[in-house]
Structure formats: structure tokens, C-alpha cells
């Protein structure tokens, strides 16, 4: 997204549809284990255990996700696919998804923008406004201590560490991601978000009208379960009321 919004609003977002993430986490599981299915020597698939576990993600779960990723059980087969465009209020808008049926996939999210003010654009039309960063978050608690998470971050090869009002935002190099967040937890700091995003380098400031109409479409699409994440460059948080 493009505001990361207050750590109570993510939360909610997030208990909200928490069995939507099961089923977008286990598609990550499933993608990740196919390059092996030991986590130990596939940092990708550790990643996507992590994260599925921190939102409970229950085990059975997950290892079912693992065999089918590597064979082991009968499963579909995914393909990475994006998609950008404007929402209302000219915010740009990428979508990443996983997905067994590409036809079906395009043909949801461009009603998804159709019905609810935006408007489908063809590869390259936002992305230009976006960096790729890892982003890691840690809530602000009085068990975190600043200096030492900024040293583990900094050392384990972070580029940025910044401090919000209720959390502390880590930001990587794409290819330095998992090996920061391993760092992290293996310190003994537990991310409520960590996961390589689209970051915006310029903002879009939509009125309240449009606001509405935004966070429409953005839930439209996060039901969506070939739908793995949705980045804007809204300058508003979007998860406050």
C-alpha cells in the first residue's frame, strides 16, 4: 500500500480476512517450495512460512502447501502475473498476483476497476512511480529497544531504518530481504509485516469522495484470493476511519 496506515488499523485489516491470507499464503508456499521443500536451504520458502505462521496459519496447513509445492501431494500450478492502473482519484495502483488461469485472473481485476472507478492500464503505465524495497515493520513496544534492532538491521545489511510514531520500518535491497528479516527474528524480534513491495518514490493525494471509492476497489481486489498483494502511491492512510 502506499500509507502503511497505524499499526491498529493493520491489524484489524488483517484479522479481518484472515482466512483469505491463508489460502494467498499457501499459493506463496506452494511457488516458493518448488526450488525445494526444506526451508533450511530455501530462504524464499522460510520467508513464506514465517509469514504464514505469524498470522496463525495453522501447520497442517502449511505442510500440506510444501508437498504440493514439491510434488508430493497433487496441486494446480501458479503463475506470477501483475497488473497496473488508476484508481479513483488518479492513485496509481499494482497488483501482484498468483494464479492457475490468467484469463480468469485479468478478466476479475479489470471489473474489479471497471465497477469501482478505476481504470486497467497496460505494464510499465504506474510502475515507473514505484521502487522495489524490502520492507520490514516492527511494532514500537516498550520490549523493542531501538538501538539494538537498528544495529541487527544495519549490520544484516538493511539500506534505511526509520522510526514511525508506533513501529519501526526496515527497508532492504530486494536481494537482501530474507537474509535482513532471518536476522531480525533469529534476534529475537517478531516483523508484523515483511515482504518485498512496491514502495512509492511519488504520491497521489485523492479527495474524501474519492478516498471512499478507493478503498472499495482495493477491498474488491484483496478478496480476490488470486490476488497476493495490492500497492499504492495514495498519500492518504487508507486504513484509518
Known amino acids: 500500500m502506499g500509507r502503511h496506515g ?42 513464506a512460512i514465517d509469514k504464514a505462521r505469524a498470522i496463525s496459519m495453522p501447520n497442517d496447513k502449511i505442510q500440506r502447501a510444501i508437498k504440493k509445492g514439491t510434488g508430493e501431494l497433487e496441486g494446480e500450478s501458479y503463475v506470477e502475473q501483475s497488473y497496473e492502473g488508476y484508481g479513483p482519484g488518479g492513485v496509481a495502483i499494482i497488483v501482484e498476483a498468483l494464479t492457475d488461469n490468467t484469463n480468469r485472473t485479468t478478466a476479475s481485476v479489470r471489473s474489479a476497476f471497471d465497477k469501482h472507478g478505476g481504470n486497467l492500464g497496460t505494464p510499465g503505465c504506474v510502475s515507473y512511480m514505484f521502487s522495489r524495497k524490502g ?47 532471518t536476522a531480525i527474528v533469529e534476534a529475537g524480534y517478531e516483523p508484523l509485516e515483511s515482504d518485498v513491495n512496491f514502495v512509492p518514490s511519488m504520491e497521489a493525494t485523492p479527495g474524501e469522495h474519492d478516498i471512499t471509492k478507493l478503498r472499495k476497489l482495493i477491498d474488491v481486489l484483496e478478496d480476490n484470493d488470486d490476488v497476493q498483494k495490492v500497492h499504492t502511491n495514495c498519500a492518504i492512510d487508507l486504513y484509518e476511519e
Open 135 to 181: 520492507v520490514i515493520v516492527i511494532e514500537k513496544t516498550d520490549e523493542v529497544d531501538e538501538d539494538s534492532l537498528m544495529e541487527t538491521a544495519l549490520e544484516a545489511g538493511a539500506d534505511d531504518f526509520v522510526t514511525e510514531e508506533d513501529c519501526f520500518e526496515i527497508y532492504t535491497d530486494p536481494a537482501s530481504h530474507t537474509d535482513v528479516h
Open 6 to 47: 497505524t499499526i491498529a488499523g493493520r491489524k484489524a485489516a488483517q484479522d479481518s480476512k484472515r482466512a483469505a491470507m491463508f489460502t494467498k499464503y499457501a499459493r506463496a508456499i506452494i511457488v516458493a517450495a518448488k526450488a525445494g521443500g526444506n526451508p533450511e536451504y530455501n530462504s524464499s520458502l522460510r520467508l
